[in-house]
């Protein structure tokens, strides 16, 4: 059975920044893609990075530059590393597997979500 937890969110100072983590279990980061969504509400989540089996990680155009995703395979864990946190990163954020090229795949299985709050 798979299993996504994450963790990590809670609130946080603008300008600081901020490590979200998911762990995985029921799959091997050696073979499966884990990505990271974040949902804005009322707005649909929107996929920001993937980090493929490879260790290739693609990008959304709007989180490039201060989003920095990376796993463990050993831990089998994925983050997400958001430096100088904008309140506009503030949100609900997933991780998801699989996930694919241009950030277009649905995800077959998602963790429960971890919240991003942030003061200005």
């Known amino acids: 059975q798979v299993q996504l937890v994450e963790s990590g969110g809670g609130l946080v100072q603008a300008g600081k920044s901020l490590r979200l983590s998911c762990a995985a279990s029921g799959l091997s980061l050696e073979n499966y893609a884990i990505g990271w969504w974040r949902q804005k509400a009322p707005y649909e989540r929107e996929a920001i990075a993937c980090v493929r089996a490879s260790g290739e990680i693609e990008y959304a155009d709007s989180v490039k530059g201060r989003f920095t995703a990376s796993k463990d395979n050993s831990e089998n864990t994925v983050y997400l590393d958001i430096a100088s946190v904008r309140p506009s990163d503030a949100g609900m954020y997933y991780c998801?597997?699989?996930?694919?090229?241009?950030?277009?795949?649905?995800?077959?299985?998602w963790g429960q979500g971890t919240p991003v709050t942030v003061s200005s």
């Open positions: 998801g597997s699989p996930c694919g090229p241009e950030l277009i795949l649905i995800p077959d299985y």
